[in-house]
Protein backbone atom coordinates (compact mmCIF):
# COMPACT_ATOMS: atom_id res chain seq x y z
CA UNK A 1 0.00 0.00 0.00
CA UNK A 2 2.88 2.68 1.15
CA UNK A 3 4.50 1.50 -2.66
CA UNK A 4 1.09 2.97 -3.65
CA UNK A 5 0.46 6.11 -2.27
CA UNK A 6 4.11 7.72 -2.47
CA UNK A 7 3.90 8.17 -6.02
CA UNK A 8 0.77 9.64 -5.46
CA UNK A 9 1.70 12.02 -2.88
CA UNK A 10 4.68 12.66 -5.26
CA UNK A 11 3.11 13.52 -7.99
CA UNK A 12 0.94 16.14 -6.43
CA UNK A 13 3.77 17.98 -5.07
CA UNK A 14 4.92 18.18 -8.64
CA UNK A 15 1.88 19.42 -9.80
CA UNK A 16 1.76 22.14 -7.31
CA UNK A 17 5.40 23.18 -8.25
CA UNK A 18 4.57 23.47 -11.83
CA UNK A 19 3.69 26.83 -13.70
CA UNK A 20 0.23 27.91 -13.77
CA UNK A 21 -0.94 28.07 -17.40
CA UNK A 22 -1.76 31.82 -18.07
CA UNK A 23 -5.48 32.57 -17.13
CA UNK A 24 -7.81 33.76 -19.96
CA UNK A 25 -11.25 34.79 -20.54
CA UNK A 26 -12.11 31.74 -22.83
CA UNK A 27 -12.48 28.65 -21.65
CA UNK A 28 -13.28 25.31 -22.54
CA UNK A 29 -15.39 25.01 -26.20
CA UNK A 30 -14.81 29.39 -26.64
CA UNK A 31 -11.45 28.57 -25.81
CA UNK A 32 -11.10 25.65 -28.79
CA UNK A 33 -11.85 28.93 -31.24
CA UNK A 34 -8.95 30.52 -30.84
CA UNK A 35 -6.42 27.73 -30.50
CA UNK A 36 -5.63 27.40 -34.02
CA UNK A 37 -3.93 31.64 -33.89
CA UNK A 38 -1.07 31.56 -36.36
CA UNK A 39 -0.12 35.18 -34.19
CA UNK A 40 2.63 34.61 -31.62
CA UNK A 41 1.41 37.43 -29.26
CA UNK A 42 -2.11 38.27 -29.62
CA UNK A 43 -4.58 40.95 -26.97
CA UNK A 44 -8.13 41.20 -27.39
CA UNK A 45 -9.68 44.31 -25.48
CA UNK A 46 -12.64 45.80 -25.09
CA UNK A 47 -11.93 49.41 -25.51
CA UNK A 48 -14.92 50.65 -23.72
CA UNK A 49 -14.15 48.59 -20.38
CA UNK A 50 -10.81 48.15 -20.80
CA UNK A 51 -11.68 44.69 -20.29
CA UNK A 52 -9.00 42.07 -21.59
CA UNK A 53 -11.44 39.32 -23.44
CA UNK A 54 -8.27 37.20 -24.61
CA UNK A 55 -4.51 37.48 -24.28
CA UNK A 56 -1.76 35.22 -25.57
CA UNK A 57 2.25 36.56 -24.79
CA UNK A 58 0.55 39.92 -23.98
CA UNK A 59 3.85 41.13 -22.67
CA UNK A 60 6.26 40.08 -24.93
CA UNK A 61 8.58 42.94 -26.28
CA UNK A 62 8.69 42.29 -30.10
CA UNK A 63 9.85 43.93 -33.40
CA UNK A 64 6.64 45.67 -34.53
CA UNK A 65 7.34 46.69 -37.83
CA UNK A 66 5.27 49.27 -39.71
CA UNK A 67 2.71 49.42 -36.73
CA UNK A 68 5.34 51.63 -35.95
CA UNK A 69 3.36 54.43 -38.39
CA UNK A 70 0.58 54.71 -35.96
CA UNK A 71 3.06 56.79 -33.38
CA UNK A 72 4.28 58.37 -36.18
CA UNK A 73 1.20 59.43 -37.20
CA UNK A 74 -0.15 60.86 -33.59
CA UNK A 75 3.51 62.79 -33.22
CA UNK A 76 2.64 64.55 -36.97
CA UNK A 77 -0.67 65.45 -35.81
CA UNK A 78 -0.40 66.66 -32.38
CA UNK A 79 2.68 68.61 -33.10
CA UNK A 80 0.09 70.77 -35.01
CA UNK A 81 2.14 71.32 -38.08
CA UNK A 82 1.12 72.68 -41.79
CA UNK A 83 -0.50 69.80 -43.05
CA UNK A 84 -0.46 71.86 -46.39
CA UNK A 85 3.23 72.24 -46.28
CA UNK A 86 5.02 70.53 -48.83
CA UNK A 87 7.83 68.11 -48.22
CA UNK A 88 10.06 66.65 -50.91
CA UNK A 89 10.74 62.92 -50.88
CA UNK A 90 15.23 63.07 -51.04
CA UNK A 91 17.71 60.37 -50.45
CA UNK A 92 17.72 60.34 -46.68
CA UNK A 93 14.41 58.67 -47.38
CA UNK A 94 15.58 55.68 -49.50
CA UNK A 95 15.82 52.53 -47.56
CA UNK A 96 19.43 51.50 -46.31
CA UNK A 97 18.48 49.14 -43.50
CA UNK A 98 16.15 46.44 -45.89
CA UNK A 99 16.73 47.87 -49.02
CA UNK A 100 13.30 47.75 -49.83
CA UNK A 101 11.95 49.24 -53.15
CA UNK A 102 9.21 52.32 -53.27
CA UNK A 103 6.89 53.90 -55.77
CA UNK A 104 7.45 57.20 -54.09
CA UNK A 105 10.02 58.38 -56.49
CA UNK A 106 12.81 60.80 -54.94
CA UNK A 107 12.25 64.26 -55.81
CA UNK A 108 8.65 63.73 -55.47
CA UNK A 109 6.77 66.56 -53.38
CA UNK A 110 3.30 66.36 -51.68
CA UNK A 111 1.85 67.92 -49.12
CA UNK A 112 1.96 66.75 -45.54
CA UNK A 113 -1.21 65.65 -45.09
CA UNK A 114 -0.53 63.41 -48.56
CA UNK A 115 2.55 61.88 -46.86
CA UNK A 116 0.42 61.15 -43.46
CA UNK A 117 -2.08 59.24 -46.42
CA UNK A 118 0.34 57.05 -47.74
CA UNK A 119 2.40 56.24 -44.83
CA UNK A 120 -0.95 55.12 -42.80
CA UNK A 121 -3.27 53.70 -46.02
CA UNK A 122 -0.34 52.20 -47.79
CA UNK A 123 2.89 51.98 -45.29
CA UNK A 124 4.52 54.19 -47.40
CA UNK A 125 8.06 54.14 -45.75
CA UNK A 126 9.79 56.72 -47.66
CA UNK A 127 6.49 59.05 -46.83
CA UNK A 128 7.02 58.36 -43.16
CA UNK A 129 10.76 59.23 -42.97
CA UNK A 130 10.04 62.54 -45.15
CA UNK A 131 7.43 63.18 -42.20
CA UNK A 132 10.18 62.88 -39.38
CA UNK A 133 12.73 64.61 -41.08
CA UNK A 134 10.18 67.86 -41.33
CA UNK A 135 9.52 67.30 -37.94
CA UNK A 136 11.23 70.64 -35.88
CA UNK A 137 14.74 69.58 -34.83
CA UNK A 138 14.74 67.12 -37.47
CA UNK A 139 14.46 63.36 -37.16
CA UNK A 140 16.31 62.61 -33.71
CA UNK A 141 13.88 65.26 -32.10
CA UNK A 142 10.83 63.36 -34.33
CA UNK A 143 11.81 60.03 -32.59
CA UNK A 144 12.13 61.81 -29.07
CA UNK A 145 9.10 62.70 -29.46
CA UNK A 146 7.74 59.24 -30.33
CA UNK A 147 9.47 57.74 -26.96
CA UNK A 148 8.10 60.53 -24.91
CA UNK A 149 4.29 59.89 -26.57
CA UNK A 150 4.46 56.22 -25.61
CA UNK A 151 5.58 57.21 -22.11
CA UNK A 152 2.59 58.85 -21.61
CA UNK A 153 0.41 56.84 -23.38
CA UNK A 154 1.58 53.85 -20.93
CA UNK A 155 3.53 52.40 -23.06
CA UNK A 156 6.09 51.14 -20.40
CA UNK A 157 7.67 48.23 -22.50
CA UNK A 158 7.96 50.06 -25.97
CA UNK A 159 10.51 51.85 -27.59
CA UNK A 160 11.40 53.36 -30.81
CA UNK A 161 14.34 54.46 -32.69
CA UNK A 162 13.00 55.31 -36.16
CA UNK A 163 9.80 56.67 -37.97
CA UNK A 164 9.05 53.50 -40.27
CA UNK A 165 9.20 50.57 -38.95
CA UNK A 166 11.99 49.26 -40.51
CA UNK A 167 14.30 48.16 -37.93
CA UNK A 168 13.90 45.28 -35.77
CA UNK A 169 14.78 47.86 -32.71
CA UNK A 170 11.05 49.38 -33.28
CA UNK A 171 9.46 47.32 -30.19
CA UNK A 172 6.44 47.08 -27.91
CA UNK A 173 3.89 44.31 -26.36
CA UNK A 174 0.47 43.58 -27.72
CA UNK A 175 -0.20 45.05 -24.06
CA UNK A 176 1.16 48.24 -25.52
CA UNK A 177 0.05 48.65 -29.02
CA UNK A 178 -3.50 48.15 -27.61
CA UNK A 179 -3.03 51.70 -25.36
CA UNK A 180 -1.95 53.08 -29.03
CA UNK A 181 -4.66 52.03 -30.65
CA UNK A 182 -7.27 53.34 -28.38
CA UNK A 183 -5.32 56.85 -28.48
CA UNK A 184 -5.01 56.28 -31.94
CA UNK A 185 -8.69 55.77 -33.28
CA UNK A 186 -9.58 58.98 -31.25
CA UNK A 187 -8.35 61.25 -33.94
CA UNK A 188 -10.34 61.39 -37.70
CA UNK A 189 -7.31 61.88 -39.29
CA UNK A 190 -5.62 58.65 -38.64
CA UNK A 191 -9.29 57.07 -39.01
CA UNK A 192 -10.14 58.39 -42.25
CA UNK A 193 -6.68 57.47 -43.71
CA UNK A 194 -5.77 54.09 -42.01
CA UNK A 195 -9.03 52.78 -43.59
CA UNK A 196 -9.11 54.74 -47.39
CA UNK A 197 -9.20 51.72 -49.55
CA UNK A 198 -7.23 53.88 -52.39
CA UNK A 199 -5.53 57.36 -53.14
CA UNK A 200 -3.84 58.80 -56.29
CA UNK A 201 -0.56 60.92 -56.42
CA UNK A 202 1.17 62.68 -59.31
CA UNK A 203 5.05 62.17 -59.55
CA UNK A 204 5.69 64.72 -62.64
CA UNK A 205 3.86 63.54 -65.39
CA UNK A 206 2.02 60.41 -64.35
CA UNK A 207 -0.03 59.37 -61.37
CA UNK A 208 0.81 56.95 -59.24
CA UNK A 209 -2.58 54.70 -57.37
CA UNK A 210 -2.32 53.24 -54.16
CA UNK A 211 -3.74 51.01 -52.40
CA UNK A 212 -4.55 49.93 -48.82
CA UNK A 213 -2.39 47.27 -47.30
CA UNK A 214 -4.80 45.56 -45.28
CA UNK A 215 -7.78 43.75 -47.53
CA UNK A 216 -10.05 43.70 -44.84
CA UNK A 217 -10.91 47.06 -45.60
CA UNK A 218 -12.15 45.98 -48.56
CA UNK A 219 -14.46 43.23 -46.89
CA UNK A 220 -18.26 44.20 -46.57
CA UNK A 221 -18.90 41.71 -43.69
CA UNK A 222 -16.11 43.92 -41.59
CA UNK A 223 -16.40 47.71 -40.63
CA UNK A 224 -13.12 48.43 -39.48
CA UNK A 225 -12.88 52.15 -37.62
CA UNK A 226 -8.88 52.36 -37.56
CA UNK A 227 -6.06 49.62 -39.05
CA UNK A 228 -2.52 49.07 -39.39
CA UNK A 229 -0.43 46.57 -40.65
CA UNK A 230 3.12 45.89 -40.99
CA UNK A 231 5.88 43.04 -41.61
CA UNK A 232 9.71 43.00 -41.23
CA UNK A 233 10.93 39.78 -41.56
CA UNK A 234 12.58 39.71 -37.77
CA UNK A 235 8.45 40.83 -36.46
CA UNK A 236 6.71 38.25 -39.22
CA UNK A 237 2.92 39.77 -39.83
CA UNK A 238 1.70 42.00 -37.95
CA UNK A 239 -1.92 43.72 -37.70
CA UNK A 240 -3.91 46.14 -34.89
CA UNK A 241 -7.92 46.83 -35.57
CA UNK A 242 -10.34 48.76 -33.87
CA UNK A 243 -13.39 47.09 -35.71
CA UNK A 244 -16.97 46.13 -34.60
CA UNK A 245 -18.25 42.95 -33.75
CA UNK A 246 -22.32 42.78 -33.87
CA UNK A 247 -21.66 46.85 -32.60
CA UNK A 248 -19.48 46.07 -30.00
CA UNK A 249 -16.46 47.94 -30.21
CA UNK A 250 -13.07 45.45 -29.77
CA UNK A 251 -9.39 46.68 -30.41
CA UNK A 252 -7.06 43.59 -31.53
CA UNK A 253 -3.49 42.95 -31.74
CA UNK A 254 -1.74 40.42 -33.42
CA UNK A 255 1.86 39.85 -33.45
CA UNK A 256 4.29 37.49 -35.27
CA UNK A 257 1.84 35.97 -37.67
CA UNK A 258 3.32 32.90 -39.42
CA UNK A 259 2.38 33.42 -43.57
CA UNK A 260 1.33 36.09 -45.53
CA UNK A 261 -2.30 36.00 -45.44
CA UNK A 262 -2.60 34.22 -41.26
CA UNK A 263 -2.86 37.52 -39.38
CA UNK A 264 -6.11 38.44 -41.61
CA UNK A 265 -7.09 35.15 -40.93
CA UNK A 266 -6.74 35.11 -37.31
CA UNK A 267 -8.78 38.53 -37.31
CA UNK A 268 -11.90 36.43 -39.20
CA UNK A 269 -11.06 33.92 -36.31
CA UNK A 270 -11.59 36.34 -33.57
CA UNK A 271 -14.48 38.03 -34.99
CA UNK A 272 -16.30 34.48 -35.44
CA UNK A 273 -15.31 33.88 -31.79
CA UNK A 274 -16.71 37.31 -30.22
CA UNK A 275 -19.53 36.87 -32.35
CA UNK A 276 -20.90 33.67 -31.00
CA UNK A 277 -19.54 34.07 -27.72
CA UNK A 278 -18.60 37.65 -27.13
CA UNK A 279 -21.53 38.43 -24.67
CA UNK A 280 -20.62 35.78 -22.17
CA UNK A 281 -17.20 36.52 -23.00
CA UNK A 282 -17.58 40.22 -21.99
CA UNK A 283 -19.57 39.04 -18.86
CA UNK A 284 -17.10 36.93 -17.84
CA UNK A 285 -14.37 39.64 -18.13
CA UNK A 286 -16.46 41.59 -15.81
CA UNK A 287 -18.49 43.87 -17.73
CA UNK A 288 -22.44 43.52 -17.51
Given at each position: ??????????????????????????????????????????????????????????????????????????????????????????????????????????????????????????????????????????????????????????????????PTGL???????????????????????????????????RQGK??????????????????????KTGY?????????????????????????????????????????????????????????
Amino acid sequence: MRLFILPVLFLFFLAGCLPQAQARPASGQRAAQLATLRSSAVVILDPKSNAVLYQKNAHAVMPIASLTKLMTALVVLEARQDMKQVLAVTQADVDRLKHSTSRLRVGTRLTRADMLHLALMSSENRAASALGRYYPGGTAKFVHAMNAKARALGMKDTHYVEPTGLSHHNVSTPTDLARLVVAAERNPVIRRYSTDHGFVIRQGKSQTAYHNTNRLTSSASWRIRLQKTGYISEAGRCMVLYAFVRKRPTVMVFLDAQGKFSHAADANRVRSWLARFGARVLARAGRP
